[in-house]
């Protein structure tokens, strides 16, 4: 009996859809037949459950090779967004840091200038107690008010890079305030026995004039100021709370009376006696402590000043010169300062805080310039005070040793750099035979130049004339030379206590030959002598030295409270 084509015998199976064998061989690992079909049960040597044929073997290797790719593909993208985005943030750093930062003009800077020397950088701070923006609430008055300087220093940063030294300038120091230019364009006549605080009040602006100040420190130091760096109340107290606080020392406890002597009463505590941390508004307060501990006086609150800025670099070089210590430092440094124009971008500032990583702490020194009470102000010492800038033109330290950055061999700046220097060292009697000179009175001091070209004609100078120079606000003597004259102008300046060496082109009015503009410094050393002036090293008292500040002292180390 025939069986109809729907029956099936024995063994037989009804064949599967080629779509469905193909997907239970895929999931059970069986190979298929070439019409798709499953292969019949029973055949000999077929593939089992769990077994590859070789076409599957092909397959798998291939979707490896495709799940690879696609992890490498992965960790590549990560990468690329990961680089994309820390770009991205580092410009975003930079863009903040850049926009944080104003600079003061160009144009109010003195052309009469100190040449720039090879030995060291100089740099001014200026302390404001300007009442812009959030300042008025820090530090009490009118937001309206003008611009004062709070304090000075110049930081001389000699050429080895090992060494630096703060000389603090007493704000009620009596000085010549040079030429200046006011918010309107016009300029200033000098301003002989001012106070040199109100430098930075020329023009009466609420925000200082902070080029005015850099040129009285050039006319009255020598030094070629590089940078000048204003840090307001505002500014100050940021950057003391970004490192967490700076040590400080009091001796007694401290009021609101004794920051505020307008109070009637004694008020709320302020410090407890001893040892203690400070930051913002409290370290604000200890800086600007003057009434109540010891005299008053300011040459008191400087000591104080130097202790805490000594103890601000050694927190900050404690923590390490690491992106994430430095990078809210400069932020916070950044947002509140104000800088000449060399300094107006983030990549010039920082790379110039780097480059001061490397000055040791001891090496770093804190000193006021030699100073006497004359009345209610301060007078700085003579010859003394020109000693020491002296020091500094030529990059000695203030115990008198050469830090101009000279390997072992004697081997360091080129000797030809044009710029200030301080006496050269005398090779024997000053001879100026064949040298002619020019001389003029930088002071009001009457006689001044005759008496000059007589000491310089007793030496073998041929003495062109003597005049009265243009400005009358010398402080110290200035020898300026033309083209090839340098080492005579230095012989020269062998007879002048605390000399400046400039070319001509340095300053205005001056012949091509050799000019000697006397400063204030030889009318009241009329009579120092090369034997008197020694130069072959330093001529600074050694009472600078020993009570000079050291960057690793102690908060309580050597204070000096009025």
């Known amino acids: 009996m025939r069986t109809s084509d729907r029956t099936t015998t024995g063994s037989e199976r009804i064949p599967r859809p080629a779509g469905r064998g193909k997907r239970h061989g895929e999931k059970y690992g069986a190979s298929t037949g070439d019409a798709g079909h499953a292969t019949p049960h029973g055949a000999p040597d077929g593939p089992r459950r769990g077994q590859h044929g070789s076409h599957g073997t092909e397959r798998g290797a291939e979707h490896r090779k495709r799940r690879k790719r696609s992890r490498v593909r992965l960790v590549l993208a ?43 950088q100089n740099v001014l701070v200026i302390g404001s107690d300007a009442r812009t923006g959030g300042n008025s609430a820090l530090g009490g008055g009118d937001k309206n008010d003008i611009g004062r300087s709070d304090t000075a220093f110049v930081l001389h940063i000699y050429a080895d890079h090992k060494h630096a030294i703060a000389v603090s300038i007493p704000r009620d120091t009596l000085v010549t305030i040079p030429s200046c230019k006011l918010p309107g364009g016009s300029w200033t006549t000098p301003q002989p026995r001012t106070m040199f605080n109100a430098a930075y009040s020329v023009g009466e ?21 590089d940078h000048t760096v204003v840090v307001d109340f505002e500014g100050f107290s940021k950057l003391t709370g970004v490192v967490g606080g700076v040590q400080v020392c009091l001796p007694q406890n401290i009021y609101q009376r004794d920051l505020d002597p307008n109070r009637t009463t004694r008020g709320r505590l302020l410090f407890a006696k001893g040892e203690q941390s400070v930051s913002g508004q409290k370290a604000l307060d200890y800086v600007r402590i003057r009434h109540g501990i010891g005299d008053g006086s300011d040459i008191g609150r400087i000591k104080r000043q130097q202790a805490f800025v000594s103890s601000l670099i050694k ?20 947002h509140s300062l104000t800088v ?15 480059s001061l990583k490397s000055i040791d702490l001891h090496n770093t020194k804190f000193v006021t310039i030699p100073w006497r009470y004359q009345g209610a102000r301060v007078a700085m010492v003579e010859p003394d005070a020109s000693a020491l800038w002296s020091d500094l033109r030529a990059d000695r330290t203030i115990d008198g040793k050469d830090a101009s950055g000279k390997d ?3 081997k360091g700046p080129s000797p030809t750099a044009s710029g200030p220097t301080g006496n ?17 009175n930088g002071t009001t001091v009457t006689g001044l130049a005759a008496r000059a070209a007589r000491t310089l004609r007793n030496h073998g100078f041929t003495v062109n004339g003597t005049m009265t120079a243009g400005t009358q606000d010398h402080t110290s003597t200035v020898i300026t030379y033309g083209p090839g004259l340098r080492s005579s102008a230095e012989n020269l300046a062998r007879l002048f206590v605390g000399a400046t060496v400039q070319e001509a082109g340095a300053a205005a009015g001056t012949s091509a030959g050799i000019t000697v503009t006397l400063g204030q410094v030889y009318a009241d050393n009329p009579g120092a002598t090369p034997s008197s002036t020694p130069s072959a090293s330093s001529s600074l008292p050694p009472s600078v030295a020993s009570g000079a500040r050291s960057g690793d002292d102690g908060p309580c180390s050597d204070l000096s409270y009025g």
């Open 78 to 120: 990560i990468a690329v967004a990961l680089l994309v985005l820390a770009t991205a943030g580092a410009g975003w750093v930079y863009l903040r840091l850049n926009g944080n930062i104003n600079s003061f003009s160009q144009d109010g800077i003195s052309t009469d200038r100190p040449t720039a020397s090879a030995k060291g």
């Open 205 to 225: 602006t609420a925000k200082g004039n902070p080029a005015c100040t850099q040129n009285t420190v050039e006319k009255l130091t020598g030094l070629r100021i």
């Open 315 to 334: 927190k900050v070089k404690e923590d390490g010169f690491t992106p994430t210590k430095l990078l809210p430092l400069a932020d916070a440094a950044t």
């Open 340 to 354: 000449d124009p060399g300094l107006s971008t983030a990549d010039k500032l920082l790379s110039f805080v780097m």
């Open 408 to 410: 072992k061999k004697g």
């Open 424 to 440: 050269p060292s005398p090779t024997g009697p000053v001879s100026g035979a064949g040298t002619a000179v020019t001389v003029q």
